[in-house]
T-cell receptor
């Protein structure tokens, strides 16, 4: 039981490049989330998926797209990276309630 | 948008001391959550609160859902070195979907030099 896994752990991109951040959970959770965390800030929701086949925008969706590939996997895509997207990205999943919410270890992304 | 004010921003602890921190909001929330984040890791949920006045403990941690529904408090008793980290509060308002969780900016706990 690995919980929530994220790949890659670190990534450096040049402005304009694209990439996909991968997230997978093995807890059979319906809900999955993508957050970003900037220095000295709390987490801000980018997108979430309440169940397989559905996705919704969060607080800061601009510049991102997501895919809920199946119940296990929820990916985040940056089509044209910008320096403002330099951040730490966390994926989370949630089961029956908030006490069943778990975060992944994060992806540290730098856009130059 | 909505904001949570979390205080203090940072504090130093000496082993054995009690620690208090709080979160306030201009809006009413129907759920308050408290998380701890260790360096290089994702947040871990510590306590969830669901109704005004609720007091919930998790070991040496105690959190309360404020009676006005606009604030919450977290206390750590008899702190130990592994309590060091960043503590975040988060709130969910009435009618909000599970995607509308708002996070505070965190309280950073460090060991007194």
């Amino acid at each position: 039981n690995a919980g929530v896994t994220q790949t890659p752990k670190f990534q450096v991109l040049k402005t304009g490049q694209s990439m996909t951040l991968q997230c997978a959970q093995d807890m059979n959770h319906n809900s999955m989330y993508w957050y970003r965390q900037d220095p000295g800030m709390g987490l801000r929701l980018i997108y979430y998926s309440a169940s397989e086949g559905t996705t919704d925008k969060g607080e800061v969706p601009n510049g991102y797209n997501v895919s809920r590939l199946n119940k296990r996997e929820f990916s985040l895509r940056l089509e044209s990276a910008a320096p403002s997207q330099t951040s730490v990205y966390f994926c989370a999943s949630m089961g029956g309630g908030w006490l069943e919410q778990y975060f992944g270890p994060g992806t540290r992304l730098t856009v130059t | 948008g909505q904001q949570l004010n979390q205080s203090p921003q940072s504090m130093f602890i000496q082993e054995g001391e009690d620690v208090s921190m709080n979160c306030t909001s201009s809006s009413i929330f129907n759920t308050w959550l408290w998380y701890k984040q260790d360096p290089g890791e994702g947040p871990v949920l510590l306590i969830a609160l669901y109704k005004a006045g609720e007091l919930t403990s998790n070991g040496r941690l105690t959190a309360q859902f404020g009676i006005t529904r606009k604030d919450s408090f977290l206390n750590i008793s008899a702190s130990i070195p592994s309590d060091v980290g960043i503590y975040f509060c988060a709130g969910l308002n009435y009618g909000g979907s599970q995607g509308n969780l708002i996070f505070g900016k965190g309280t950073k706990l460090s060991v007194k030099p």
